[in-house]
């Protein structure tokens, strides 16, 4: 009896085990194929240069999605006034996402915003002045401008551009520069 029982208890760790890990590797498997689904919306401004200069960038977007830009980042973090944009670009190029709205979005909206960044790391957050879009969402080479803060388009980009393999320094900080 005392075999019987500790075979059956030994069977059960071990088939508890082995579902825990199938269940994370499917969980894994699934992550790994909405990464690699496009996201709706987004465009792609591939081979931008990345060089430091203290000169002033003229970009041709705005906010930019990459290119020259100053020698010390953007800390990552949530910003209610506009932050420079060389500082910007260079955060973006440690893989961080910047999350920018027009100055006049709504404060729900903003709020919104604020609350979809919380503290999570290599996040940037900040209005744009003359920023064409309500709401745009920009990685390194990649950006994408919707309409309204609730655009569930906004987190799947974060969840897929924030470190991503578009990333030219991943896993650099996005702390230790400088406020806005």
Not at 16 to 33: H, L, R
Not at 67 to 90: K, L, M
Request: proline share 7%.
């Amino acid at each position: 009896m005392i075999y019987g029982t500790g075979g059956v208890v030994v069977a059960s760790i071990i088939a508890a085990t082995a579902f825990v890990v199938v269940g994370e590797v499917q969980k894994q498997e699934t992550a790994k194929a909405e990464a690699a689904r496009p996201v709706e919306g987004v465009q792609d401004f591939p081979d931008q240069s990345r060089n430091h200069t203290r000169e002033a960038v003229s970009y041709p977007r705005n906010p930019p999605t990459g290119g020259d830009h100053a020698p010390v980042w953007t800390n990552c973090g949530i910003y209610t006034t506009p932050v420079e944009a060389t500082r910007a670009v260079h955060s973006l190029e440690h893989g961080a996402v910047w999350l920018s709205y027009r100055p006049d979005l709504p404060k729900d909206q903003v709020a919104e915003l604020t609350s979809l960044a919380g503290a999570q790391d290599y996040l940037l957050l900040s209005p744009v002045t003359d920023q064409t879009s309500r709401v745009t969402a920009t990685a390194w080479g990649k950006q994408l401008s919707v309409d309204s803060s609730s655009d569930e388009r906004i987190a799947t980009f974060i969840k897929k551009y924030r470190q991503g393999p578009q990333t030219p320094e991943p896993g650099a900080v996005c702390t230790g520069g400088v406020q806005g």
